[in-house]
C-alpha cells in the first residue's frame, strides 16, 4: 500500500497542503487557501485545505502516516494555558503563554483543539526556538529577559528538532481534518528552512539559496562554529543530528524591483539590457544595503551608495551592479564560513527568483566560482514539511533507515538546468571581488 505525508505550510498570506508518496515525491493532491492572520481562522482553513488535498489525491486517508507544519517565523502568540489564543494587542503580562505560531499549530493538533489544550503536551521547535525568539536546544539566553518568567510560564515545554516525533494527531485535530487519530506529527519548522529537504539537501556542506523578496542562506553542518556575520547557529536546527547555519540579507527582489522602479524600466528589460554587459557593470559598484546590512557585517545604520557612475552609466549597468553586489555578500559569507573552519561545497537555489531571472543565477554561479542546482518543486516548503512528517513517522512506519535516504527519494531537482561558472567570467569576477569587499569594509570605518 502506498503511503503518504502531508505537508502543511502558513505563508503569509496563504496555506497551502499537499498530499505527498513518500516513495517517489509524487505530488498527489494540493489544496491552496488564502489565509488570515487570525489563528482561530487558520484551524478551519486546514481543515479545508487538508480535506481538499485528500479529495484530490484519490487515496485513503489511512495511507497517510505523517505531518509536518511549516510556518512563516514571525507570528508570536499570547495564549491561555488551554491553547485560547489572545488579540495581540494585549499586555505581555495578560498573557500566561507565548507561543510561536508553528509551535502553537503543532500543539494543536498533537494536545487537542483550544480550549482543551494541555501545556504538558507542548513541544518547541529547536528551529523555530534558536532562529526565532526564544532559545536554543544549547539552552541560550532569551532574547529578551521578559520571556524569562520565573514561573516558566511565559515560555514552556519540551525542545525537539523538525523531523523529530512532537506526537501523535489527536482526535479533535483528526476530526477536523479528516484523517485517523495518532499519526505522528513532526516539531515545526520555520517555513524557509523547511526549503532544505524540499529541495533534496541531506548532506552537510550544502548551501541553500532562498531567493526571493529576501534572501536567505541556510545550511546543514557538523562542525558548530561561529563564522562572523551569520544570523544564527542551531544544535537540530534545521535537521536532526546537524548544526543548522542561517545568514540572511534583508533584501533581495525587494532590492532589484526599488532599482528597476527608480531607474522607470521594467526587470524584464533591464536584465535583458544587462545580460549585454560585462562583468564589473562598466565601473559602478554598490553594495547590498538598501534596508540595513544583516551580513556580513551586521550594522543596521548603513545603507546603499552606487559608486563610479558617469554621464554615461547606462540603467542596465546600474541594475547589473545591483546584482553583482547581491552574489559579492553570498560569496563573502561562503568566504567567512571557509575561514572558520565550516565548509561550502555546495549550492542549491530555490524561490521565486531562480525561476525567473537565469541573469541572476548565471552571475552568482560566476562569482561564486561554483555550480549552482535549482529545486525541482514549486512548494519547497510545503514539500520539506511533507518529509519532516515522514521522518517522524519513523523508520519501523517508513522504511528508511536514514534522513538522507527519505529526502532523495522524495525530494528532487531539475535536470534540466543547471547553472555553471563561465570561466573568463569567473576570473573577472575574482578581481573584482577584492575591490568590492574593500568599498564595503571602508564604508563602515
Not at 185 to 197: G, K
Request: proline share 6%; hydrophobic share 40%; aromatic share 6%.
Amino acid at each position: 500500500m502506498t503511503q503518504y505525508a502531508i505537508g502543511m505550510h502558513f505563508g503569509i498570506e496563504s496555506v497551502c497542503v499537499l498530499v505527498v508518496d513518500i516513495r517517489t515525491g509524487r505530488i498527489a493532491g494540493r489544496a491552496h487557501e488564502t489565509s488570515s492572520h487570525r489563528p482561530q481562522d487558520w484551524l478551519n482553513l486546514l481543515s479545508i485545505s487538508c480535506r481538499s488535498a485528500l479529495k484530490e489525491s484519490q487515496e485513503s486517508a489511512e495511507q497517510v502516516v505523517g505531518i509536518g507544519v511549516a510556518f512563516n517565523g514571525s507570528h508570536m502568540l499570547p495564549c491561555l494555558i488551554d491553547g485560547t489564543p489572545l488579540d495581540r494587542p494585549m499586555a505581555f503580562e495578560q498573557a500566561p503563554l507565548w507561543i510561536v505560531a508553528g509551535d502553537w499549530m503543532v500543539w494543536q493538533l498533537c494536545s487537542g483543539v483550544f480550549p482543551n489544550s494541555q501545556t504538558t503536551e507542548l513541544v518547541r521547535s529547536t528551529c523555530q526556538a534558536g532562529f526565532g525568539v526564544t532559545r536554543s536546544k544549547r539552552g541560550d539566553p532569551f532574547s529578551s529577559p521578559r520571556f524569562a518568567d520565573t514561573s516558566g510560564m511565559k515560555v514552556t515545554g519540551r525542545l525537539a528538532a523538525p523531523g523529530t516525533r512532537a506526537g501523535g494527531l489527536s482526535s479533535s485535530a483528526a476530526k477536523r481534518l479528516g484523517l485517523p487519530e495518532g499519526i505522528a506529527v513532526s516539531a515545526a519548522v520555520i517555513d524557509t528552512h523547511a526549503c532544505v529537504p524540499g529541495v533534496g539537501v541531506a548532506a552537510p556542506s550544502t548551501m541553500v539559496l532562498v531567493m526571493g523578496a529576501t534572501g536567505l542562506q541556510l545550511m546543514n553542518s557538523r562542525i558548530n562554529a561561529t563564522p562572523p556575520g551569520i544570523a544564527g547557529v542551531v544544535e537540530e536546527g534545521i535537521l536532526p543530528g546537524y548544526v543548522g547555519y542561517e545568514t540572511r540579507r534583508s533584501n533581495l527582489g525587494d532590492a532589484l524591483a526599488w532599482v528597476a522602479k527608480s531607474l522607470g524600466q521594467s526587470q524584464e528589460q533591464l536584465s535583458n539590457d544587462a545580460a549585454s554587459q560585462p562583468p564589473g557593470s562598466g565601473g559602478v559598484m554598490t553594495q547590498t544595503w538598501l534596508s540595513d546590512c544583516h551580513t556580513s557585517l551586521i550594522d543596521k545604520q548603513l545603507s546603499e551608495a552606487f559608486v563610479g557612475l558617469s554621464v554615461s552609466t547606462t540603467p542596465a549597468q546600474i541594475y547589473r551592479a545591483a546584482i553583482e553586489a547581491s552574489a559579492y555578500n553570498v560569496r563573502s559569507i561562503r568566504d567567512n564560513f571557509q575561514a572558520a573552519g565550516v565548509p561550502v561545497r555546495r549550492f542549491v537555489a530555490t524561490g521565486e527568483l531562480p525561476a525567473k531571472s537565469p541573469l541572476l543565477m548565471q552571475i552568482y554561479a560566476d562569482v561564486l566560482g561554483e555550480k549552482i542546482a535549482l529545486s525541482g518543486s514549486d512548494q519547497p516548503a510545503a514539500l520539506g514539511a511533507a518529509i519532516l512528517g515522514c521522518l517522524a513517522a519513523g523508520p519501523e512506519v517508513t522504511g528508511y533507515p536514514a534522513i538522507s535516504t527519505a529526502i532523495a527519494a522524495i525530494a528532487h531537482r531539475r535536470e534540466d538546468l543547471l547553472y555553471r561558472p563561465d570561466l573568463p567570467a569567473k576570473k573577472a569576477y575574482t578581481k573584482l571581488y577584492p575591490i568590492n569587499r574593500a568599498l564595503a569594509e571602508q564604508s563602515v570605518k
